[in-house]
């Protein structure tokens, strides 16, 4: 996929590539290719403007995350058989351009086994982004997104620099989720937001254990979570590291305190077979994202009940996957709630864990201070490491950075289970 860049405004684009990406999937017209997978050869090329870009920190927030591309493809595919290689490269690009910072983008596809006389046939596009309507303008249409943007104007100002990028879909998507959210909390926006503004005002003292079995935290960390931030980013990649180890396969999988219930929202839309269970000790947590859930119409696929980390309501080896997200370091025996997480999944079955890198806070009793302390913690277990990574704090997008100076951000690793456990 070598090209010459095409314009001047391609030219002033840092252009980011994954090339021949070989995917098994359902792809073609015939009858015999309804039938099974084959494999299918995928490039993408993303021409992402400099100036949005240009890493200062060497932080990965600063740039487009590659794994995003791949997050897409394995969405898509996901979704199940598509007939035509021409949907499939405008489904692509249509997902790929709605990434705020991609100024445009070109996709290809390539069967490699339809004729034996020549490599591979195919199709590509290109398409960049059109000049769209003024921020202001799209707005009016959305009358809580023009709300919850006011709020966010209060917060760091390159996150409006970021608002003023997004194209439909995104106001859209916030305007159904926004009033998901209204629903879920049984009040106004206007009161929501409030409940917003009070826990970003919390000291990190009075942010604990007692304060997250109240209503208005729920409201408060699901709003966070559709803004523009440190929390969105987290579940974007526990969002990718599902689709990557599960690679589109139905799946039962558990959220153990899954909070307000968005990660498995975001979970069960992405993938229709999916079925899941909520944990959470808190029964105002449980209680708001079964409503929550319920609003979205995925209620009948994700069951939400209070329970604890150390004594799961599932039997053995009943797990396809398994999230603990920012869970291990709110117990004093990480260890038992590892060993009960290893007992639920199938051997074969994947782990994912999301955990704070030394953050010492007074309800956070157990404390992992590097990634080289959380992977020799699960070394312990027979679980085998199948990636890592540190999802970081943007200092000049997330709050967070200003409450906690020098937090390094989240590790998030993807975990198996061996076989013969």
């Not at 790929?96 to 070109?106: F, G, N």
């Not at 079955?349 to 201070?369: E, I, K, Q, W």
């Not at 080289?372 to 950075?401: C, S, W």
Request: charged share 30%; net charge negative.
């Amino acid at each position: 996929m070598e090209r010459a860049v095409d314009t001047p405004e391609l030219g002033r684009c840092r252009r980011i590539f994954l090339r021949d990406y070989e995917v098994q999937m359902g792809l073609g017209v015939h009858a015999y290719e309804k039938v099974g997978a084959q494999r299918v050869r995928i490039n993408v090329e993303l021409f992402v403007p400099l100036a949005v870009s240009t890493p200062r920190e060497d932080q990965l927030g600063e740039v487009v995350d590659y794994d995003f591309i791949r997050r897409v493809i394995s969405e898509r595919i996901a979704r199940g058989h598509i007939q035509l290689q021409e949907t499939l490269c405008d489904d692509l690009c249509a997902r790929l351009l709605a990434h705020p910072r991609v100024h445009a983008v070109r996709v290809s596809t390539e069967k490699p086994d339809v004729y034996p006389d020549c490599d591979a046939i195919g199709v590509e596009v290109f398409r960049a982004r059109p000049p769209g309507p003024d921020l202001r303008e799209r707005l009016a249409r959305c009358p809580r997104s023009a709300a919850l943007l006011a709020f966010e104007r209060e917060g760091p100002a390159s996150r409006m620099e970021r608002y003023a990028r997004q194209d439909d879909r995104f106001f859209a998507e916030w305007e159904r989720d926004l009033a998901l959210v209204e629903r879920a909390a049984a009040k106004p926006l206007g009161s929501c937001l409030e409940d917003l503004r009070a826990f970003n005002a919390l000291p990190a003292e009075t942010e604990n254990d007692a304060w997250y079995e109240r209503p208005e935290a729920m409201v408060s960390m699901h709003l966070d979570a559709l803004c523009l931030g440190f929390s969105r980013r987290r579940l974007d990649r526990l969002v990718l590291q599902a689709a990557l180890c599960t690679q589109g396969r139905p799946s039962r999988f558990l959220d153990v305190g899954s909070g307000c219930g968005r990660l498995a929202a975001l979970l069960v839309t992405h993938n229709p077979t999916w079925e899941g269970l909520c944990v959470d000790r808190s029964a105002c947590a449980a209680g708001y994202a079964e409503v929550y859930l319920q609003a979205l119409g995925v209620g009948d696929r994700v069951r939400c009940v209070t329970g604890d980390l150390t004594a799961l309501p599932v039997g053995d080896d009943s797990l396809d996957l398994a999230i603990a997200a920012e869970v291990l370091e709110h117990v004093t025996e990480p260890e038992r709630g590892v060993q009960e997480l290893v007992r639920a999944l199938r051997p074969g079955g994947h782990l994912l864990v999301s955990l704070p890198l030394d953050l010492a806070l007074g309800m956070h009793p157990t404390v992992f201070r590097s990634r080289e302390d959380i992977l020799g913690f699960l070394a312990r277990f027979p679980l085998e490491p199948v990636e890592h990574q540190v999802v970081p704090v943007d200092p000049e997008l997330d709050a967070i950075a200003g409450v906690f100076p020098g937090f390094e951000g989240c590790f998030h690793g993807t975990f198996r289970k061996r076989e013969g456990v």
